[in-house]
């Protein structure tokens, strides 16, 4: 098993990142980085990523969670970021992503989470938060979701054709143009931080061609994580960004099936895919709102 591990002066002075890096070793060998900030006794909050960002993506984020009285947990998932990556595309699945942050839950043993997701962040955490529920308080999403076998929209489609056989792939950029406020030249290098080589960039060329639209294999445990959502009584807000061709609207089906929408203050935050770039405080609050939400009575 090939693993690129990049090299830690790629991540030498950040434009706002100036958060310490702890590290777990997986079974199997494989290094998760990950963030944590604020009191190690505090209640969880559980920011996940996408693709093909790491968590430098939430830097904007952490600080105001953290003020609002919460512990902050951001991982970069297995072939992001500061974390190990395989260099063999058939080494990634869906599943396998999804039980390796289940592993680094379980290892740190958190409870009591409220997920933050979009993107692939979202296609992860929720599957996680239907696989676990125990360990979770609520969910805040924005800009993703839980496909299940649908056919893809257009603006997806073309994103994954263009993951798969573009000779070029320039992650920062690609972050750029999927925000709306303009990255600076630095920010857009501290994204392209992790991947100094071609090979590095496995992952985020592998997982759009992963998302469980028609035909995929792993629609069978969508629908089973769907059947969870559909009786998920817990906190949910949608925040979906209103300038995202590819997920706008997406939160219909969330507030039409899950019982835990309902009562909660849904809005539509203002940016495009990335909207952690756009509009960071307004996800920030919708987070902190779930966080605080009491649980319903059973």
């Known amino acids: 098993m090939q693993v690129y591990r990049t090299p830690e002066e790629r991540f030498a002075a950040l434009p706002d990142f100036p958060f310490a890096p702890h590290y777990l070793e997986l079974r199997g060998g494989l290094r998760l980085h990950y963030l944590d900030e604020g009191p190690r006794d505090a209640p969880v909050v559980l920011l996940l990523h996408g693709e093909p960002t790491w968590c430098y993506l ?7 969670i953290v003020a609002a009285g919460f512990r902050v947990i ?13 260099l063999d595309r058939a080494a990634y699945s869906y599943a396998g992503q999804v039980a390796w942050i289940r592993e ?4 740190l043993d958190l409870t009591g989470m409220t997920l933050g997701c979009q993107d692939w962040g979202s296609l992860i955490g929720l599957r996680l938060a239907a696989e676990m529920p125990e360990r979770f308080h609520g969910v805040a999403l924005s800009n993703g979701g839980l496909p299940a076998g649908q056919e893809p929209p257009r603006a997806f489609a073309i994103w994954r054709a263009f993951s798969r056989y573009s000779p ?4 920062g950029g690609i972050v750029r143009r999927g925000s709306k406020r303009g ?3 630095a920010e ?3 994204y392209d931080a992790p991947f100094p080589t ?6 985020a060329r592998t997982y759009p061609g992963l998302v469980p639209f028609a035909g995929n294999p792993a629609v069978p445990d969508q629908l089973k994580a769907w059947e969870v ?5 817990k906190p949910f807000l949608c925040c979906f960004a209103d300038g995202d061709p590819i997920t706008r609207g997406g939160d219909a089906m969330w507030l039409e099936r899950v019982p835990g929408t309902r009562g909660m203050q849904h809005r539509t935050l203002r940016g495009g895919h990335f909207i952690q770039e756009d509009d960071p405080a307004g996800f920030a609050a919708a987070i902190i709102e779930v966080a605080q939400t009491p649980l319903r009575a059973a």
């Open 229 to 233: 959502f559909e009786r998920w009584t």
């Open 74 to 86: 951001v991982p970069d998932l297995i072939g992001f970021g500061k974390s190990d990556k395989l």
């Open 104 to 107: 680094w839950i379980e290892a």
């Open 58 to 64: 939430y830097r904007h984020m952490i600080g105001p």
């Open 168 to 171: 070029l792939f320039p992650i």
């Open 198 to 203: 071609r090979a590095s960039k496995v992952a």
């Open 183 to 185: 990255l600076s030249p």
């Open 188 to 190: 857009v290098a501290a």
